[in-house]
């Protein structure tokens, strides 16, 4: 597995190539790093559908999904990731590598030729998104929003994330608000889009077989008609903690509580929060699992997860109603145990062992690499291709234990589950 | 003993089957290319296993058992079995299917070691009354947030209690709240007694590792009883669905829909060559690139999460379509008159051999690391199929013909149900 980076004489794109010859297959991703406010978010959500839907060379709904198939299944997606108060607006196509298709056809090319037409030369006339194409990813969008209601787990973290960031852009909500998307034109969009290709910083990662040239200079020769400006988006953006944590509390007509504890800090490196966070989750002797879940029986899944950018560890789990008190209090519990140094010297081994192998398993797909090098490009490190860490080795009880210390409560959010037939 | 290698001559991987009188079979694919091993074993004892005969007497144990003693089997006399996976840094877990139960984990290092615990995990039940008891809480949160909770779940089970008037695939692999409440330690022993024997199990590894380690790993699966496996007994089952209209309601934000077409099921190699039919079939109909598709979404009577896929095993077989619409029963007179339409005039040949393509780029493409290897030669192994790479092998013979009768025989109105789940009512 090899890294490099090609030149790419185009101000703000850097372009990262993996060679790796145990893939099947290849993977390119477009990212597009753009500030974060109310008002774009739900043309943000909107491009991801309407730049992968249609483009001027397959105007037609499904004419480029048609031609996606035809081509080994070849796919374009499209996807916003939520960086710190930013958005990565972040496009990858996939597709097999030519010496595995049937007839060994060189279909390298024409996936090229579909991306960089749904990218640059999108279905849109005179300054606007085709009206067609965007009222159906509009309703789509708003399906999309209205749809998280379905979803108690997600909107739980939403609703959490809004108290917990608020006044912050990671408040806003992913979609974006639904009163704001349904007044977003066509024309708003599609400007936007300009916009974002002449200003927003763009990391390429293509992740390969083998090296091959046409690539970049297929997305050279793309980009080379743009006239950029880039605008450098900030990534970290520590959340403020406040004095007292907040308690929110709502009901919700299902038959589960859902219960979301937000922690910040300061001042903790990057990889020792990362660690503490596997201490509290993510494998079988992990704090949360083991107490919360297996020695309490509150839950049936607990996780923890960690916003580098954010400084924050999110915690949630499904509760049953009238033991979300007891659960909270359970988990703090464990947050104690890692600042007291209450915890075997085999969880903190453990938890290293477990980052070894999540970085070896990312080292093991298109995807996984792919993720790895945007990860390290958002935090601001150089990517690297290597299994261990010496960094997280070198970390010590002492040093796990001072910085649980920093960890401090901002937000509890309860969603009370009302339907009460279910409850046992 | 057998040993066979089949080679895939597209990809040039190569899994190893090795099978021996009283033992689990073993499929191998070594892939030194890669940095992990992912290794799994699977059990056929899924949540359809709830009835059975052997030596003459029949069985009965409630909805879930199945998957309760899959939660438990992490209990050993010597402590939790996930501890110990944790000590060798591999990442364990398990699940429990309609038609089996798999252990799996996947590691970077000490892979010997974590190789010898999942013969250990699988052999060792430990069913104490407290901690069954405390289970019975971790399972009914799993059971409220998943099975009564999800909107997903929820349409998913009430096509199946729909379609299907006795077959146990229409209750839930988990069971439900009163149902596990049944569960006892004697049931969870009698079960692991009747299904876990070593030559009921499949054990697949593939990634950084070799044969000798998976052969000296499974050394101590073996048999010591010569009693033949028990009898999985199913309800006799109508052809015909249980309901044509299936609805309730829950909070949701749209109405929620599964569209569900009920057939003969089939076995082994023609249990995926007409799964792959039902999947082309499918996507040909009412796929992204079709004229139903397009129409319906042009109309605003689908949207973007609208998706179809085939529900097959031994002893079912269904081919669903599913998303949201603010009208299903329009959604599902379309899905008819394009079925119908379709076996009027014949399919688009161009199209169905574009769709071939991409079934082929799909095999090719998702069996490209150690878990998706492992998972394909599993998936082989339960339906009684010799080579994993079968998918790719099938499509080629796949003809437009055969796709007309397809939707001829699996995808009339008479084999249908329509699932729907209402928003709740504004208070």
Redesign the interface.
């Known amino acids: 597995m090899q890294i490099c980076q090609p030149v790419f004489p185009g101000s703000g794109i850097r372009c990262t190539e993996v060679i790796d ?5 290849c993977l390119l991703s477009l990212h597009f790093a753009v500030p974060r406010d109310a008002r774009t978010a739900p043309m943000h959500a909107l491009l991801t ?1 309407l730049l992968t839907a249609a483009s001027a060379d397959y105007p ?4 480029l ?2 031609r ?7 796919d374009l997606s499209a996807s916003l990731i939520l960086c710190g108060d930013s958005t990565d607006l972040h496009f990858t196509a ?3 590598d030519d010496a ?3 007839d060994r056809l060189p279909i390298t090319d024409a996936v090229l030729e579909l991306v960089l037409g749904c990218l640059l030369r999108p279905h849109a006339r005179n300054g606007s998104f085709d009206p ?1 194409l965007f009222a ?1 990813c509009r ?2 969008l708003i ?11 997600e909107y739980a973290l939403q609703l959490a994330a809004e108290t917990a960031f608020a006044g912050e852009p990671a408040a806003i909500p992913p979609q974006g608000d639904r009163d704001l998307a349904e007044t977003v034109t066509p024309q708003e969009c599609f400007a936007l889009w300009q916009d974002i290709l002449q200003t927003a910083p763009i990391e390429i990662i293509a992740v390969l077989p083998r090296e091959n040239p046409q690539i970049t200079a297929a997305l050279r020769a793309g980009f080379a008609g743009i006239a950029r400006t880039p605008r450098p988006v900030t990534w970290l953006a520590p959340s403020p903690c406040r004095a007292e944590p907040v308690l929110a509390e709502d009901a ?5 509580s859902k219960l979301v504890l937000v922690y910040k800090y300061r001042n903790i490196p990057r990889r020792t929060a990362e660690l503490l966070t596997k201490m509290l989750s993510g ?3 992990s704090l949360l ?2 107490n919360v ?2 020695r309490e ?5 607990c996780s923890a997860t960690h916003s580098a950018l954010k400084c924050a560890v999110v915690i949630e789990c ?3 109603p009238g033991r979300e008190q007891a659960a909270a209090d359970a988990i703090c519990a464990q947050i104690e145990a890692l600042q007291t140094g209450d915890f075997p010297d ?1 969880l903190c ?2 938890a290293k ?2 980052t ?2 999540a970085a ?2 990312a ?4 995807s996984g690499i792919e993720n790895r090098v945007a990860a390290a490009y958002c935090c601001g490190e150089t990517p690297s291709l290597t ?1 261990a860490d010496s960094a997280v080795r070198a970390l010590t009880r002492a040093d796990l234990t001072e910085a649980a210390c920093r960890l401090r409560l901002d937000t509890v959010l309860m969603l009370h ?1 009302t ?1 009460t037939e ?3 | 003993m057998t040993r066979t290698r089949i080679t895939d001559p597209l990809t040039g991987e190569s899994c190893i089957c090795i099978r021996e009188e009283g033992a689990p079979e073993l499929r191998i694919m070594e892939q030194p290319g890669f940095h992990t091993v992912s290794a799994q074993l699977g059990v056929r004892c899924g949540s359809v296993c709830c009835r059975y005969r052997k030596n003459g007497q029949i069985f009965t144990v409630p909805a879930g058992t199945a998957h309760f003693l899959e939660h438990k089997m992490f209990d050993s006399p010597a402590g939790d079995m996930a501890v110990r996976f944790a000590a060798l840094g591999a990442s364990e877990n398990a699940f429990t299917a309609f038609d089996r139960t798999v252990y799996y984990f996947s590691a970077q290092q000490n892979i010997p070691q974590a190789l010898r615990l999942l013969p250990a995990l699988v052999q060792t039940p430990w069913f104490l009354p407290d901690r069954v008891d405390r289970e019975r809480l971790i399972i009914g949160q799993e059971i409220q947030e998943y099975s009564l909770d999800s909107p997903e779940d929820r349409v998913f089970f009430q096509l199946l209690e729909g379609l299907y008037h006795a077959h146990p695939v229409r209750c839930d692999v988990a069971g439900s709240l009163s149902s596990i409440a049944e569960i006892t330690p004697a049931l969870l022993y009698q079960l692991h007694r009747d299904f876990y024997r070593p030559d009921n199990m499949v054990l697949c590894c593939a990634g950084n590792l070799t044969e000798e380690q998976v052969l000296e790993a499974a050394a101590g699966l073996h048999c010591e009883t010569a009693e033949p496996l028990p009898e999985v007994l199913l309800p006799s089952e109508p052809g015909t669905p249980r309901l044509p209209l299936i609805r309730s309601e829950m909070d949701v934000g749209k109405t929620q829909f599964a569209l569900g077409f009920k057939s003969a099921p089939v076995q082994g190699t023609e249990l995926l060559r007409q799964t792959l039919l039902g999947e082309l079939v499918l996507d040909l109909l009412a796929g992204p690139s079709s004229p139903f598709y397009r129409s319906m979404l042009s109309q605003g009577l689908i949207n973007d999460t609208f998706a179809t896929s085939a529900f097959t095993g031994s002893s079912w077989f269904a081919l669903i379509a599913e998303g949201e619409s603010d009208e299903p029963e329009r959604v599902r007179e379309a899905f008819f008159a394009a079925a119908a339409d379709a076996c009027r005039t014949g399919i688009d040949e161009q199209r169905f051999a574009e769709l071939k393509a991409a079934a082929y780029g799909d095999a090719v493409l998702s069996c490209n690391s150690p878990a998706a290897c492992a998972e394909a030669m599993l998936d082989a192994a339960m339906w009684e199929i010799d080579s994993p790479f079968a998918r790719t092998a099938l499509l080629p013979a796949l003809t437009p013909e055969d796709a007309c009768r397809c939707i001829a025989e699996r995808l009339m109105p008479a084999q249908s149900c329509l699932s729907v789940i209402d928003p709740s009512p504004a208070e």
């Open positions: 010859p145990k893939l099947h297959g559908d037609e709904i499904g004419a999904s048609a996606l198939d035809a081509l080994y299944a070849a996939s597709w097999l595995l298709t049937p067609a159906v309703q789509n399906d999309e929003i209205d749809g998280i209601l379905g979803n108690k787990r919700i007509a299902v038959s589960q494998t079988g002797t699992f083991v879940r297996e029986g509150l839950c049936y899944d499904g509760v049953q085999s081994e453990e062992l477990s070894e192998y070896a398993l080292l093991d797909s298109a299994v589950g339907e279910a409850n046992p």
